[in-house]
């Protein structure tokens, strides 16, 4: 009879130990799934926060640019921070021009003002 007693015992203890395993497994899944979608609310949020930081630097140096002429209309200003933007990102004259749609000329015309400038202070520092 004690026999039986101890092979129960140890046979729901055996159960027990498995359960406890699954339990286990599933709850760290859940887990994860949840840090993976807390880091991807972040990452999101983040990128979101770059874009309105490039923005605003790119508007202080159109303002900065402007500083003396009134405020250029506001179809004017996202064109112009549009390819400053692609300008500092090392896009050609060319491929600016093509993707707003404007002369190559016209982006070298309205990039004129922040080319020289950079130039200019890398003059400095050599």
Not at 31 to 54: F, T, W
Not at 58 to 63: F, G, K, S, V
Not at 82 to 97: C, F, M, T, V
């Amino acid at each position: 009879m004690m026999g039986w007693v101890l092979a129960i015992l140890f046979g729901s203890a055996v159960v027990l130990l498995i359960l406890s395993f699954i339990k286990t497994t599933h709850s760290k899944s859940q887990l994860e799934q949840q840090i993976e979608h807390v880091s991807i609310a972040v990452m999101n949020e983040v990128h979101e926060l770059e874009k309105q930081v490039r923005n605003i630097e790119l508007d202080a140096e159109i303002t900065a640019h402007q500083s003396g002429v009134l405020p250029a209309a506001s179809e004017d200003r996202v064109l112009l921070r549009d390819i400053l933007d692609l300008h500092k990102r090392g896009y050609s004259l060319e491929s600016i021009a093509s993707k707003k749609q404007i002369t190559p000329i016209e982006v070298e015309h309205m990039l004129a003002p922040y080319m020289t400038r950079r130039a200019e202070r890398g003059m400095v520092a050599q």
